[in-house]
């Protein structure tokens, strides 16, 4: 096969990135080992533990368990899930903003669980009044989001634990790509902040680990009886997982970029991709477009439709929010480099856009 991966240098809208040389490196030693059946794969079964061990250290807690899922949308899946077997209810129901990722409408669908979306507020995090509103004694699990991904918003995540415990729900955190740099913040977001009970939190995104790197942290060992069932023909006689064979890759990159990066590493990465989203918010608003505040490297701004098409039209890879505003990045493949080059592509498509254009009498 000749094709050739696409490059990261216009990559503008992911929120994953080229993975650190040392995770490349790990994961292509551990590509065919499966983490699903730790008794005939014990190495990789040990470096998941020491995963989870250093996850744990990032996100505030001190005896975590959890496994290397395939990324937040399955450790979201599960946490749901964990939450719907917890429930006493004949008809379950999740509360969450309606900044919350996608996967928690899969996970409402897959596993059979009403879902009550709640707005945010003029910060764009969950409204409090209105989580309290709909919450009741059928709640299985209240949402929070700790870098949301259209706006890098933290929701007041105690303040909405103390909303769960109040109806007797479990509390999960969506920290799936804020979680790296959430630590470097001031921002009240882990099991040490507040009675988190599951978070979803993955490697492969801020921390740069190769994909498919994702976390689902429990706080109690416990919440994983919920998912396990037995693997009667395995050497290991039960599996909590919802993959059954997962390549050790994920595993093993994980744990390499953590050793590297973790602590000093990862803060030096988020002070630059921060101070990338400033300079980027500072450049468009100069420009006259109207933007939304980066408290995490995220930057959303009222580009008309037309621009960002021919944007994209040059190569770069661009979203927009569901209110249809651009929204860039800054993940740790993104330099100032490259986003001067983008800003450069704006003027001279703002310069021939306010050009005349001639007619005929």
Known sequence: ?????QAFDRVLSSMCTEPHPVAREAAERFLATNPGDPGTYPTVSALEDE????LGEIAGLDDPSGYIASGGTEANIQAVRIARERADAARPNVVMPESAHFSFRKAADLLGVDLRVVPTDDRYRADLEAVRAAVDDDTAAVI????????GRVDPIPELGEIAQSVGAML?????????????TDYEWNFSHAPVDTMAIDPHKMGQAAVPAGGLLVRDSALLDELAVDTPYLESTSQ???????????VASAVAAMEELWPSGYRSQYVRSQNNAEWLADALEKRGYDVVDPTLPLVAADVPRST????RAKGWRISRTATDELRIVCMPHVTREMLASFISDLDRLEVRASVPVACDD
């Open 1 to 5: 096969m000749q094709t050739e991966p």
């Open 51 to 54: 995963a989870i061990a250093v």
């Open 144 to 151: 929070g989001v700790a870098g949301s991904t259209e706006y």
């Open 172 to 184: 999960h955190v969506d920290a799936a790509w804020g979680g790296f740099v959430l630590p470097f």
């Open 240 to 250: 909590a997982t919802l993959t059954g064979t997962r390549s050790g890759a994920g």
């Open 308 to 311: 960002f098409d021919a944007l």
